[in-house]
């Protein structure tokens, strides 16, 4: 009886075997003839990916009608992420030889743009040059005034205590060491609005990815590509993980987008109302008209599944809040959080959440604001102007990025470097995670309370 279902099983998986690779010959064979509607076309020697041939979509609103598309990996089609309820994806087969999906979605949102400029011509290059000009000293001025409101003591500096606080400790080391990127980035960003409203036109995002990099002139210093060593273990901040593109999936490298941003202005602004132009309305005051405020225990799963949740999440994407050039946290509330800070007080990067006056939970600490702060930018990967990008701080890797640390000196003091092991401390008969010296890094000022290194 047990050899038979044996037999059963190992019948069923080569039936499902041959069945798949059945499929796949008749895709390779019945989309071959694409493959000769267009050339490839080749990206440039700056290491960009290869675009493969066109392909047909057969139109449902239309009978027998089709859609012209490109055939590309799932992944970088926003139709595909993103179809309806009943719609069909068309399959194709990429240069590579693997299935794809034929995308009729327009821009390639994942990719680095393919568009070039015609930065070439005079005019063109003037207009450019002044405006980046302008961007640097708009930033400038920028952090120029947030250092003064720092260093002259002025409200806008999160205490100790507080949640927001507690929030930026777990991400603080991480956030410090991309200011000079935030920089670049945003006088990438600043630029790109600069240069929309010099346009006579006006210029759709796509049009924003302006190459600046032409005849080896570069306009934005470019990261420059790594070293890498052959090895057979994986890098800490996920650089060389790919030796043909050794910065694609490294910390402190740009976030993607399937679809574009709904900036305000295109670049960077808040969103706002489509009907009036004013801004949304708050956050708070949303959630409360949506959901009740109350507690409801889940009957089989307590926060650890959340917080599981979370520590994956964070191990593959963080994008950490800017912070004050010194490493502290930005405040964008009054102190007792009765108000939000004034203009002249309140940092760039503010976003505070207003909370309605009846509103159930906070009334009665009467709390008004919450302090909401933007996440770090990243520079494109391409030395390119276009709308602001986010930055992920860890790599974009699934490698216990969050339990061994993204540089070497975060691992040798997460690490023992003897026998693979983590270091830990013992106390009430048990090991615990690592203690800190840094009081700084503290969430908690309270005497007594311990702080954590990991």
Known sequence: MAQGKVLLKAWVLLWITSLAAAHLHYVRSHFTHLRSEDTARQRTARGREQYDSACWILDGKVRGDKVRGNCTVPVQCPAHVNKREGEKTTVCVLASGSVGVCCASGFNHTAVPRRKSNINNPLARNLVQEVLSRAHQQVEHLFHHQKYLLESGKLNVLEPGTPSFSHLQSVRQIANMGLDLLIQAMQETVATRLLRDSAREGLINQELGLELVENGDQMFPCRENPECPESKYRSLDGTCNNPTHPLRGAAQTSMHRLILPNYADGTWSLR????????????????????????????????????????IAHDISLSPSITHSNGSGISCCTPDGSDVLSEDLKHFACIPIEIPSNDQFFKQFAQRCLSLVRTMLAPRPDCSLG????????????????????????????RTSTGGRLRVFHDFGRDLLPLTQDKETCITSKQGSACFLA
């Open 272 to 311: 706002e109302s489509v009907m009036d132009q004013q801004p949304l309305p708050s956050a708070r005051l949303i959630t409360n008209t949506l959901f009740s405020e109350r507690n409801v225990p889940h009957s089989s799963i307590n926060i650890l599944f959340m917080q599981f949740g979370q520590f």
């Open 387 to 414: 709308y602001a990008v986010q930055m992920n701080a860890v790599s974009h890797f699934l490698d216990g990025s969050t339990i061994y640390g993204l540089t070497p000196d975060a691992n040798l003091d997460l």
